[in-house]
């Protein structure tokens, strides 16, 4: 019996080095790749998947990572915007490519159960990503984003998405179009170098996309921060349009933000860290 123990013991080892020098261990994960989407990791520690609004980048993360260490980030770059080239986004159909895209990187990188924090455009990809059957998801944020698209500019999925192509075809189709977004595109933190083609596409999805209907199938605890400004009845009615919206989602717990325009993380970025920090560590 001693000598079958160490002869099994030796063809273990011996077995063990043939795997190794023949190539037989357990293979790394490939570097992702997609057309649509590009990702950057940061840090160290549970996961977060972070994914900008329209047109904007990464860079607008910087200032909340910084202040909340402790969590390996995933940095999401919608491609055509912020400076990198569009691909396939240049064309076609756009929400749902990117959500399929999102899903399988959170798939091939073996992330357990992350948080998925999104702000405007991408607060409407997270949903879309926790109302998905897989992958699993521990928790999503959307930063004023309301499920409804068009509700953001006070209309509806039916007349602002008439409006959303008549902007899309002028921003794309004319010379003097081009000339504004770019211009446009000046003024807005983080968002240079981005492709009036994927925009104006992204805005025509935006604008017909209502996602309230869907929110009771949301297959993980939502909170919703939204920006408010200084004005009392400005804040009453930006909360009860909040709270109206997103009525149909399972407890959704609403934060308000402010005084703070849009781009809350930029605007008020130590009140935004604490309500993010208190949000992951829950």
Known sequence: MPGKILFD?????????????????PAAAAPFASRRISVTVRGNGPDVL???????????????????????????????FAGLAPDANKSGPLLTPLVNDLA????????????VVGHSMGGTLAMLLAMR????????????MLPDGAGMVGGTSSGMGYLAQQLGDYFTG??????????????????????PDVIANALRELAQT?????????????????????????????????????????????TPIGPSGHVVMADQP?????????????
């Open 9 to 25: 013991r030796r063809t273990a080892v011996i077995t063990g080095l043939a795997t190794l020098a023949f190539g037989g261990s």
């Open 50 to 80: 972070l994914i900008p609004g329209l047109a904007s980048g990464p860079g607008i993360w910087g200032g909340t990572i910084a202040a909340i260490p402790g969590y390996r980030y995933h940095l999401v770059q919608v491609r055509g």
């Open 104 to 115: 399988s990187y959170i798939t091939q990188a073996r992330l357990i159960r992350p948080a």
């Open 133 to 144: 059957p897989s992958p699993a998801l521990s928790r999503v944020m959307v930063v004023d």
């Open 174 to 195: 004319t010379k003097a179009g081009r000339q504004l977004f770019s211009q446009m595109l000046q003024n807005q933190p983080g968002a240079k170098g981005s492709d």
């Open 210 to 254: 209502d996602l309230g209907p869907r929110l009771k199938t949301l297959r993980a605890p939502l909170q919703v921060v939204y920006a408010i400004g200084g004005d009392a009845q400005q804040r009453q009615s930006q909360t009860q349009r909040y709270r109206t919206a997103y009525a149909p989602a399972k407890a959704p717990l609403l």
């Open 270 to 282: 130590a009140k935004f860290a604490t309500i993010l920090q208190g949000f992951l560590k829950r």
